[in-house]
């Protein structure tokens, strides 16, 4: 079993920036893929960003140039800094890590809220 714990929502201005942070325990094995999703009000929950153990990166276009996720393997953490922040990146963040292919091993955090204010 994998629990995931994120810290680092909170209220920011529009240009400003957060690093979320996504803490695993139990046994991430390197077939794992760890991700961010953001559930904007009101809508579905879209990934963010994705990474897997060996590195290679998986961006939505909204947050290209924007926001940068990084994994470290021996810690068993993902994160995603944000910058340059805009209203419409307010939502709930999800950090997620799954086995592709498996729905089995699909697990997620409880969220954490990201308000950007104008």
């Known amino acids: 079993q994998v629990q995931l714990v994120e810290s680092g929502g909170g209220l920011v201005q529009a240009g400003g920036s957060l690093r979320l942070s996504c803490a695993a325990s139990g046994s991430i094995s390197s077939f794992y893929v760890m991700g961010w999703y953001h559930q904007a009000p009101g809508k579905q929950r879209e990934l963010v960003a994705s990474i897997t153990y060996g590195g290679s990166i998986n961006s939505a276009d909204s947050v290209k140039g924007r926001f940068t996720i990084s994994r470290d393997n021996a810690e068993n953490t993902v994160e995603l800094q944000m910058n340059s922040l805009k209203p419409e990146d307010t939502g709930v963040y999800c950090c997620?890590?799954?086995?592709?292919?498996?729905?089995?091993?699909?697990?997620w955090g409880q969220g954490t809220q990201v308000t950007v204010s104008s």
């Open positions: 997620k890590a799954w086995i592709p292919g498996f729905s089995a091993r699909a697990y």
